[in-house]
């Protein structure tokens, strides 16, 4: 299993470095999905830390990085990652819809603002709550070749399958804070280190618990509807209603539908497109839903 798994994350990033491009339904509640979530964040008091993680195999010993395409929104006053159907599953999506209007009216700067962004889920155990059991970690491809999976192949080149149950390796994640344009901090992982090989975990029915444990990313992170995606493209911010079980839509203006119209439809007053203004690195504001 060793090699086969070395070769697939290998083959993973030569391909990712090339520029390559490639439903779920949650039940999960939204404590229970925060718990199978591992963020590399520093707390607002913090200036630097660490932690320490374990990749967990995957059971056929392909790449246990998984590829998967997130548009990022300013909704509502925060960061927001919306999954998108039409990279993934290659469905219709309304976001791609006004990303690719708004290029061809030349408009590329307020495009990048719908273009979504490769990222990689990786499952793992978080070593400072392993009551928690396996955990998800979402992070940015980097297309200058300086993200996080940039810092973690070459130990896996040097020392081999680092998911191995029984030598396999702890990785320990060293982060510091740094500074956008606007002065406003965010998380950056400084650099990966690398523990010496230990088993997975000593008692041998967690450790396979662990290995066996059937989740997956599809069943922590959150794919909104279609209708959705459709409100945002829309300039709306959807909201949830309790009453009725579901988000409500409603249109703040003329009350005519874009999914995707013209610029003049989707860029709507007094709302504001703003740019993920850290396009390559990590946002501090990130949750899996």
Do not use: C
């Amino acid at each position: 299993m060793a090699t086969s798994t070395l070769d697939s994350v290998l083959a993973q990033y030569e391909k990712a470095q090339q520029g390559s491009y490639p439903s779920n339904s949650n039940k999960m509640s939204q404590d229970e999905r925060m718990k199978k979530y591992f963020a590399a964040i520093l707390n607002d008091n913090e200036k630097q830390g660490s932690k320490r993680i374990r990749i967990l195999p995957t059971p056929d010993g392909s790449s246990p990085f998984k590829e998967v395409w997130f548009h990022e929104m300013f909704i509502d006053g925060k960061w927001i990652k919306l999954y998108d159907p039409g990279m993934n599953d290659n469905e219709r999506s309304p976001l791609n819809e006004v990303h690719e209007e708004l290029t061809l009216d030349g408009d590329k700067e307020l495009a990048k603002s719908y273009k979504s962004r490769k990222f990689y889920i990786v499952k793992v155990i978080d070593r400072d709550k392993e009551e928690d059991g396996p955990k998800f970690w979402r992070f940015k491809h980097n297309y200058k070749n300086e993200g996080i999976l940039d810092k973690i192949i070459p130990i896996w080149r040097n020392k081999g399958d680092i998911t191995e149950s029984e030598k396999g390796r702890d990785l320990i994640l060293e982060m510091t804070k740094a500074k956008t344009n606007q002065n406003k901090e965010y998380t950056v992982i400084q650099t990966v280190m690398y523990d010496d090989p230990a088993p997975l975990h000593e008692d041998v029915d967690t450790k396979n618990s662990w290995v066996n444990d059937e989740l997956t990313w599809n069943d922590v992170y959150s794919k909104k509807p279609v209708e959705y995606l459709e409100a945002i493209a829309r300039g709306e911010t959807p909201k949830w209603d309790n009453d009725q079980g579901k988000y409500v839509y409603g249109n703040n203006t003329s009350g005519e539908e874009s999914f995707g119209g013209s610029t003049k439809k989707v860029v709507q007053e007094p709302k504001k497109v703003l740019v993920d203004p850290q396009v390559n690195d990590e946002v501090d504001e990130d949750l899996p839903f």
